[in-house]
């Protein structure tokens, strides 16, 4: 992200009326094939991770783009310095397998080095390694990046199996997110001590749309407060599943900006958080931005901007992420239709 649009993104967070800013998150499921070329070559090449994301940027200005030069590996990266095994079709999704097969091998689990394994001197030293002309164009690494420690955990034992065991043995599972929590807390640290720009710190976990309020009490909200427990200025939380029983406590949480998904509309979520969190949504993802033509898009975003009840503490997106298909002519479509409800 260039200067400018930091300092837009933190007068929006702040309350301030910054008019309609434009932000999307964006990583390999939608930009190595809008670039043209395979998820693999996007995870193995430097120069094409670099121009992917430098393409991007030029191809729309008006747009931020989150977290920005966002060094990943699909969703393989945490649960790889667990020794998840990683599977990475040339252009497909990869996948985690699980390393718990029963509970009893949570004790066995013992905390990762956050420096040295997995893939995570991979995702770190391409950031540093790229820092520098990164910062030649203009444009700043701004934020840490992890999965929460429900969407860490869900892949080191699956989601089936995480969900009922949080009443059959619950126990087990507080003991497995105290060392993914811990872990998650030394890894956003040593990208922050890396990086001096980074001012941000990005969590991602849709597990906690899928439990009900005491068990996110239980088993999300504490973890998240300590991981949120940081000192820098945007709190950034992703949550595409439901989020109608957890959004009340993303101030509680510590979190000061949210991407949802589309089950919820921006002004419920105003109320629900009190106008507190700087909201990042909300046109449909994939049957609007990704499979609708540039005119679905439009009307899309101009019902949404017309339904406002308050233009602040909102930035302009999808409800989630990218979803892979968006086209530049359905991108350019939401860009030009978010201007002409500009003052």
């Known amino acids: 992200m260039t200067d400018q649009q930091w300092n837009t993104l933190l007068d929006t967070i702040n ?71 990683g599977r990475f079709p040339e252009d497909e999704f990869p996948h985690a397998f699980p390393v718990i097969q029963s509970l009893e091998d949570i004790d066995k689990l013992e905390k990762p080095r956050a420096s040295a394994d997995g893939l995570n001197p991979f995702i770190l030293n ?37 969900l009922p065991a949080m009443i059959s043995d619950p ?42 309020e005491d068990h996110f009490k239980e088993f999300a909200l504490p973890y998240f407060q300590e991981l949120y427990d940081v000192d820098v200025s945007v709190k950034f939380f992703h ?46 993802p994939r049957d609007v931005l990704a499979n609708g033509s540039p005119d679905d898009v439009s009307r899309s975003v101009d019902d949404l901007i017309n339904s406002l009840e308050d233009r602040s503490r909102v930035v302009m997106s999808c409800g989630g992420g990218m979803p892979p298909g968006v086209s530049s002519e359905n991108l350019q479509a939401f860009v030009d239709a978010v201007k002409k409800h500009r003052k």
Request: negative net charge; aromatic residues 12%; charged residues 25%.
């Open 171 to 212: 126990d087990k599972i507080h003991k497995l997110l105290r060392i993914i929590t811990d872990y998650l807390k030394e890894w956003h640290a040593i990208q922050m001590d890396a990086i001096p720009t980074i001012d941000g710190m990005l969590l991602l976990d849709d597990i906690v749309g899928f439990i009900g």
């Open 239 to 284: 949550n595409d599943a439901p989020c109608k029983v957890s959004a009340p406590y993303l101030p509680q949480m510590g979190v000061n900006f949210f991407n949802m998904g589309y089950d919820i509309t921006l002004n419920e979520l105003k109320e629900k958080t009190d106008n507190k969190v700087t909201l990042l949504g909300n046109i449909p």
């Open 15 to 85: 309350g301030k009326d910054t008019d309609l800013p434009i932000g999307f998150i964006i990583d390999s499921p939608w930009l190595p094939n809008w670039y043209g070329i395979t998820k693999l070559d996007y995870y193995t090449s430097e120069d094409m991770w670099f121009d992917a994301n430098m393409k991007v940027i030029n191809d729309f200005p008006d747009c931020m783009f989150l977290p920005g030069f966002w060094s990943e590996y699909g969703m393989c990266g945490e649960p790889s310095a667990f020794g998840a095994k």
């Open 126 to 162: 391409r950031l540093k390694l790229n820092r520098e002309r990164i910062e030649k164009n203009g444009l700043k690494i701004r934020f840490s990046v992890t999965r929460g420690p429900l969407n860490v955990a869900s892949y080191l034992m699956g989601t089936t199996e995480l």
